[in-house]
């Protein structure tokens, strides 16, 4: 499709990327927002998340950006329940959804906007399906581009609904959209998004991953610069920071580093991957930057008291990138923080050490499945050895650290009865204290995980069920929920794990010993933050008020042990760090 200066349509050219495509939209062309669209009006930009929490990270990096690129740009979140509610973690009931009402008033908010821009993961796709409906219904001549997480893993679906989806990083890719607009140029050429045109769904390629340098150049991520959030049954209000409190308590959750060299069958990776292979590499902005936006956060929220990282594989940078951090983390920041995305295949002990010295006070390693046979069914190059090594490895730092918390995948259906077993030998043997995050196997739409279990013939939710709430009350599952309080002794786990089936057989169900093991797993985990004071999975006001009286820097300074890196090692020697101080 092209159009002229005067702002009228032309054709497709035969050279533009079309493919045919039964999806027609009743409401919308692309057509009628050019025509709609005056140059000399300032065009009015509304954005909206919708997820289960306040995090965010992916939409509040792009929406700083399109807010510095058009300021007339309005940002809300829209959480469809807390993520981190411990009454919904206890009762097992997932992220939550927003009646329809609430849908009305969102979508009465955003059909305001002359270009709407959502952001979900596939989870809340059924809610942004709906949103959307009702934005058609309210000003038609809107027009609406989805990006984030579901629309870069399965476009095919998301572009059923919106006008555009972006297919990958927003930022560039939607300064290119927004010129070519405003220039009164093609938009539908505009790389990184997926068109849908009444002659078919144009379908552009993705921009070029972006560099380090430009990474150090991207705005900060947005964090209560203005945005505002939807309460259900109360409306849009400016966010708030109590509403920091209720959703992230005392963290603050960030990326830092992008990318992942594996491609696990199950994980979104595997498709970022197949669009661009140099996904696998990682790439960051300098340390001088993340510590700068970390600056930013705690100075408008002083109360922050532990940052988590929520990179793919955070011990993968270098060492020496990891020590220039650390550095300025010492200097300039000096709260706990938090590395998740760990692979074991990456952990080493200086790397632990360097990153110890400077305030880790917690990690997240995925494991996954404690049978080679599954980790090679999820294409997971992370042997068997490797994962004890790493969880010594850890064990070794324990008294510094809050248990490290392992990544479980259960209720796999293709699962022998001594692939579930081998899991709950491998948790039996692992070093101690640790705690789990048990997932229920869910399935992302349009994974390599999808093809391979519909070529099975197999059913397995979605990733719309929650991964929590849906536990089969097994007794594989339950000693699941047992190994990270209780070590057995030898003879009586010998007993059961032998009773041990997988999910799919028959076998007798335990549901109210999964409910009592699990919350006592709860629990356990529970007090573990609370023995380092941390307040970063327990959200609310306790955590505000024991920081605001002082009695969580009295107890980091008084009652937790700190480790420190001998001296040789701070003079930038990348060896082990054998010994260990208080
Ligand atoms: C950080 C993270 C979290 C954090 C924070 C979540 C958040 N909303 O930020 C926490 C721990 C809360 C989390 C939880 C969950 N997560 Co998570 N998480 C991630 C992770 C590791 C990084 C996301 C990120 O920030 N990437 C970096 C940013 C820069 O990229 P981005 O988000 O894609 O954003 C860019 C583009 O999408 C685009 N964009 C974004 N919004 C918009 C909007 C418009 C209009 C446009 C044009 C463009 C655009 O521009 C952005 C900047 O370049 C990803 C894995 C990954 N590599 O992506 C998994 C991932 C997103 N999580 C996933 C899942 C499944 C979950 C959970 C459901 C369960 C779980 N396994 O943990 C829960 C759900 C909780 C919730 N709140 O919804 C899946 C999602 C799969 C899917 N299809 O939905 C992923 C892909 C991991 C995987 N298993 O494959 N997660
Ligand atoms: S290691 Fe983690 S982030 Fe990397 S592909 Fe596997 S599951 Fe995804």
């Known amino acids: 499709m092209d159009n002229n200066n005067s702002g009228e349509i032309v054709t497709l050219s035969s050279t533009d990327s079309v493919e045919s495509d039964s999806t027609q939209h009743q409401a919308f062309t692309p057509q009628t927002v050019l025509r709609s669209w005056d140059p000399s009006c300032t065009m009015q930009i509304r ?33 469809t329940g807390n993520l981190r509610s411990l009454v919904r973690t206890l009762t097992g009931k997932g992220g939550g959804d927003i009646s ?27 809610t942004v399906y709906k ?70 769904v144009i379908k552009n390629t993705n921009l070029p991953l972006m560099s380090k340098e430009e990474m150090d150049l991207l705005p900060p991520l947005m964090y209560q610069d203005g945005e505002l959030i939807y309460h259900c049954d109360k409306g849009f209000t400016s966010l708030h920071t109590d509403d920091f409190l209720e959703f992230t308590g005392l963290s603050y959750n960030t990326v830092w580093s992008i990318g992942c060299p594996l491609k696990c069958t199950f994980c979104g990776n595997s498709k ?24 930013r956060a705690v100075s408008k929220h002083p109360h922050i008291s532990t940052v988590a990282f929520h990179d793919d594989s955070f011990l ?128 992302i739409p349009n994974t390599q995980l999808a093809k391979d279990i519909e070529a099975k013939g197999l059913d397995v939710p979605s990733i719309e069920t929650s991964y929590h709430s849906a536990y089969q009350p097994t007794l594989g599952n339950v000693l699941v929920f047992v190994l990270p309080v209780w070590r057995m002794p030898q003879r009586i786990f010998r007993v059961l794990r032998n009773k041990v089936w997988p999910t799919l057989s028959e076998q007798p169900h335990y549901s109210l010993s999964l409910a009592i093991c699990r919350t006592a797993y709860l629990f356990r985990r529970a007090f573990d933050h609370l023995r380092f004071m941390d307040f970063s999975v327990l959200p609310g006001k306790a955590g505000y008020l024991l920081w605001k009286i002082g009695v969580l820097h009295f107890w980091h300074r008084f009652f937790l042990k700190r480790y420190r890196l001998p001296k040789k090692n701070l003079k930038g020697e990348t060896n082990a760090a054998s010994s260990l101080a208080s």
């Open 131 to 200: 949103i959307i409906e009702e934005i058609r219904t309210i000003n038609p001549r809107a027009f609406i581009v989805w990006g984030g997480i579901h629309p870069i893993i399965y476009p095919e679906d998301a572009i059923e609904h919106a006008d555009a989806v972006c297919t990958g990083e927003g930022e560039f890719a939607f300064e290119s959209f927004l010129g070519l607009i405003k220039n009164n140029q093609n938009y539908c050429t505009a790389p990184g998004f997926w068109f849908r045109t009444d002659t078919g």
């Open 272 to 295: 970022f991957i197949e669009y661009d292979n140099a996904y696998r590499n990682l790439r960051h902005s300098s340390p001088r930057t993340v510590i700068d936006e970390i600056k």
């Open 316 to 443: 993968a940078l270098p060492y020496e990138v990891l020590q220039e951090f650390c550095e300025l983390w010492k200097e300039e920041v000096r709260i706990p923080f938090a590395v998740f995305g760990v692979i074991p295949n990456y952990v080493r002990d200086d790397k632990i050490a360097v990153l110890l010295d400077a305030g880790l006070n917690r990690v997240r390693m995925g494991i996954q499945s404690g049978s080679q046979d599954m980790l090679d069914f999820y294409q997971r190059p992370t042997p068997l050895p490797r994962i004890h090594e790493a969880t010594k490895i850890l064990n070794k730092y324990h008294k510094y650290m809050i248990p490290p918390a392992y990544d479980i995948i259960l209720e796999n259906p293709v699962e022998t009865p001594e692939d579930t077993r081998a899991t709950l030998d491998l948790l039996y043997e692992m070093p101690r204290p640790f705690t789990l995050n048990i997932y229920a196997l869910r399935i």
């Open 100 to 126: 329809d009402k609430d849908i009305r008033v969102v979508a009465e908010f955003l059909a305001e906007g002359d270009l709407v821009g959502l952001s979900s993961m596939t989870q809340y796709t059924p």
């Open 47 to 79: 954005m909206a998340c919708i997820e289960d929490g306040l995090d965010n990270i992916g939409f509040r990096k792009m929406a700083a950006f399109v807010k510095s690129i058009h300021p007339e740009t309005a940002i809300a979140y829209v959480p």
